[in-house]
T-cell receptor, first 112, second 111 residues
Framework: DVKVTQSSRYLVKRTGEKVFLECVQDMDHENMFWYRQDPGLGLRLIYFSYDVKMKEKGDIPEGYSVSREKKERFSLILESASTNQTSMYLC???????????FGDGTRLSIL | RKEVEQDPGPFNVPEGATVAFNCTYSNSASQSFFWYRQDCRKEPKLLMSVYSSGNEDGRFTAQLNRASQYISLLIRDSKLSDSATYLCVVHKGSRDDKIIFGKGTRLHILP
């Protein structure tokens, strides 16, 4: 079974802090994704990566950056956290681009 | 027209009943289709892929209608544990395209 592990289930930070969310997958998948999910808005793609050191902007990249130094790890960075970034963050990975994505448990992030 | 549209619900259905919901997609070039299930405060999990010929997995049946550009999910003999949000997922199929998630349909199975 694919295992996608996110570093924290719950996280509380303050506005202006730099926040790191880590995601690791154990299936040697090429593709990794970061989403946020908010009530009524569904899943929104923040950034994705199809290879090591490669990243592409999703639909809502503003205020975020990512890092993929190793194939199994994809990090999401909130450069200067703001209250409107309070959300559920979900990491996913897939083997082939048009195949199902496997999700981590999610990180519920609160920015105070 | 939105890329992927679902009725948000909620669908309130008595236990044991059959329920079906659809998902429409706008791009006729779409090639891959999936249904995911998401429980409250949990991550989405793949329920089933949707094949052109339709497919069945126990009480669940998924169908694709390319002419009208929608996929459907039918749940027979519904159980309390089927209560969840069901997400429709569509991919155009070419290498550079992203997967598109619908916002989901909420299903409540009533005892």
């Amino acid at each position: 079974d694919v295992k996608v592990t996110q570093s924290s289930r719950y996280l509380v930070k303050r506005t202006g802090e730099k926040v790191f969310l880590e995601c690791v997958q154990d299936m040697d998948h090429e593709n990794m994704f970061w989403y946020r999910q908010d009530p009524g808005l569904g899943l929104r793609l923040i950034y994705f990566s199809y290879d090591v050191k490669m990243k592409e902007k999703g639909d809502i990249p503003e205020g975020y950056s990512v890092s993929r130094e190793k194939k199994e790890r994809f990090s999401l960075i909130l450069e200067s956290a703001s209250t409107n970034q309070t959300s559920m963050y979900l990491c996913a990975s897939s083997d082939i681009r048009n195949q199902p994505q496997h999700f981590g448990d999610g990180t519920r992030l609160s920015i105070l | 027209r939105k890329e992927v549209e679902q009725d948000p619900g909620p669908f309130n259905v008595p236990e044991g009943a059959t329920v079906a919901f659809n998902c429409t997609y706008s791009n006729s070039a779409s090639q891959s289709f999936f249904w995911y299930r998401q429980d409250c405060r949990k991550e989405p999990k793949l329920l089933m892929s949707v094949y052109s010929s339709g497919n069945e997995d126990g009480r669940f049946t998924a169908q694709l209608n390319r002419a009208s550009q929608y996929i459907s999910l039918l749940i027979r003999d519904s159980k309390l544990s089927d209560s969840a949000t069901y997400l429709c997922v569509v991919h155009k199929g070419s290498r550079d395209d992203k997967i598109i998630f619908g916002k989901g349909t909420r299903l409540h199975i009533l005892p």
